[in-house]
């Protein structure tokens, strides 16, 4: 039997699928139809998301104080923070410039409602994103369940 791996009919059969991602020889990273991000693009939502965490939490609020601060709704500020699949209203971004006191061009660079043009933002950004992650201890549970499941990897076989 022969597989027809023609990029139309794969198209085609994943549109009938209610445009599920569908792996058809791989997994499938990328949703339907999407294209691959631009360089810097996720970078720069999650480094979005670790600044506003940051900033929130150097001034000692929980999520709800600065979404009130701010004037915007609190989801919206749990999706920035989780960094969810979502699109940040400017307005959104607007208000946490002015109430975090950073230049509202560079809060858009980092929501991906606009493009960086300066190579020198782009490392920063990937410097920030890179070094930002909170760094804490493991727990024994954690620490147990990370060695058992490397145990169980180092075990495993390509022909499970």
Do not use: Y
Request: hydrophobic residues 40%; proline residues 5%.
């Amino acid at each position: 039997m022969q597989m027809n791996n023609n990029n139309e009919w794969l198209l085609k059969w994943a549109a009938l699928e209610d445009n599920c991602a569908v792996a058809a020889g791989g997994p499938s990273l990328l949703p339907i139809g999407s294209e691959p991000q631009e360089f810097g693009e996720f970078t720069c939502r999650i480094a979005f998301a670790r600044l506003i965490a940051l900033f929130r939490r150097q001034r000692g609020l929980t999520v709800e104080k600065l979404a009130k601060e701010c004037g915007v709704d609190a989801s919206e500020l749990l999706n920035i923070e989780e960094c969810t699949p979502h699109r940040t209203e400017p307005r959104t971004v607007f208000r946490l410039s002015k109430t975090l006191n950073i230049p509202q061009d560079r809060l858009m660079i980092l929501a991906g409602l606009s493009q960086p043009r300066s190579d020198s933002f782009k490392r920063a950004t990937v410097q920030f994103a890179a070094s930002s992650q909170p760094m804490h201890d493991l727990s024994q549970e954690e620490e147990n369940a990370l060695q058992a499941f490397v145990e169980v990897l180092a075990e495993s076989t390509e022909t499970e």
